[in-house]
């Protein structure tokens, strides 16, 4: 019970995350005495961790799992650049530069602010394919949320629609985690 409990926070804490982000820049730059919405951001993922137990017994323990793990470690580094850019205040112009400098270097812009962090939406949509017989509409209300959050992301830059696809793959998951059938590796 308690990994479905981490679980769900940990998407409600993404999806605060998403709501603050939706803010703006302004709001994101002047939150005192810390950058709320990034710490929403990573205590969110590393809650969601919980969600490869749920559904595979551990963190390696299917494809699945690898990816949404990768996806979660890529987010990491993305929230740490995250306060990076917080840190900067109201100095646009050095927000600026380092996100230059950040997106010039692929080592960097590739693993954790593009490809990397859509491990783990790619990872949660591998882990609600696996019960898309049984479950068949909260694995596509999951895999749907993803797609969403995925066209937000990368075809439409929408922050709307990147909140929207949270909310819609938050339900979906926690509609999979309320099955009898998923809690083999916990005990109640």
């Known amino acids: 019970m308690k990994l479905k409990i981490y679980a769900i926070t940990g998407l409600v804490f993404l999806i605060l995350n998403q709501i603050m982000v ?40 299917s494809t699945a799992a690898v990816i949404t793990t990768l996806g979660i470690i890529a987010l990491m580094g993305q929230a740490v650049i995250d306060f990076l850019w917080w840190s900067y205040g109201t100095d646009y112009e050095g927000m600026k530069n380092l996100t230059n400098q950040i997106m010039s270097n692929p080592s960097i812009s590739i693993p954790f602010m593009t490809i990397g962090p859509a491990l783990f939406y790619l990872g949660l949509a591998m882990h609600a394919g696996k ?5 068949t509409i909260w694995s596509i209300i999951t ?13 439409l830059d929408s922050r709307y629609v990147i909140l929207l696809g949270h909310i819609v793959m938050a339900f979906g998951i926690k509609g999979l985690i309320s099955m009898r059938n998923i809690e083999q590796h916990e005990t109640e």
């Open 143 to 155: 895999i749907l949320g993803v797609i969403m959050i995925g066209i937000g992301s990368f075809v």
């Open 22 to 61: 939706l803010q703006g820049n302004q709001f994101i730059q002047t939150q005192k005495p810390i950058d709320y919405a990034h710490w929403l951001l990573l205590l969110g993922i590393l809650l969601s961790l919980s969600l490869n137990y749920i559904f595979s017994k551990g963190i390696f323990n």
């Open 131 to 135: 019960f898309i017989r049984e479950r």
